[in-house]
């Protein structure tokens, strides 16, 4: 019998939460949540000039990409020097069998996506240079060519 088929099906455990093994949840404190934001604010200071993401300051600061975001929209938004800026990159790619896939100027990477698509073709492929790869990708294997945008945000204090 499956357990949709219990007649218990509708029963609710009941869980006893009075034992003292039960901890109540926490926010950091205040103090340690300003450390936080000075740390991060450090790293934006020593990296004056350059605007970093929020995954890079956490990894300097070794606290999680969430958190160090959280701090770097405040710190952009009150009163300090930090500006964020939001940059967009377009990325070239075409459709291969239902698949976007990224067209790089890396050899390796182009030659990985006609071992995979077409590895019939790979011997011939495999003596062409990177440009006449590419174009047999495009010619060849691709039934669409798709230009997609990417943005990030990024943080940082103006030389």
Not at 145 to 155: A, G, I, R, S
Request: zero cysteines.
């Amino acid at each position: 019998m499956s357990k949709g088929d219990s007649p218990h099906q509708d029963e609710v455990e009941l869980i006893d939460q009075t034992d003292t093994d039960v901890s109540v949840p926490s926010l950091p404190d205040k103090t340690d949540r300003l450390e936080v934001k000075k740390e991060v604010h450090k790293v934006l200071e020593a990296n004056k000039g350059l605007f970093l993401t929020a995954d890079i300051v956490a990894a300097v600061t070794n606290y999680s990409e969430g958190h160090v975001r959280t701090y770097l929209h405040e710190l952009a938004d009150g009163d300090t020097n930090v500006e964020r800026e939001r940059r967009y990159k377009e990325i070239y790619g075409v459709v291969l069998f239902g698949n976007f896939v990224v067209l790089t100027d890396d050899r390796d990477q182009l030659l990985e996506v006609v071992k995979t698509y077409r590895i019939s073709e790979f011997d011939k492929v495999k003596s062409m240079s990177k440009s006449e790869i590419r174009s047999f990708i495009i010619d060849e294997l691709a039934s669409q060519e798709v230009t997609t945008k990417t943005d990030k945000l990024y943080f940082g204090i103006p030389a």
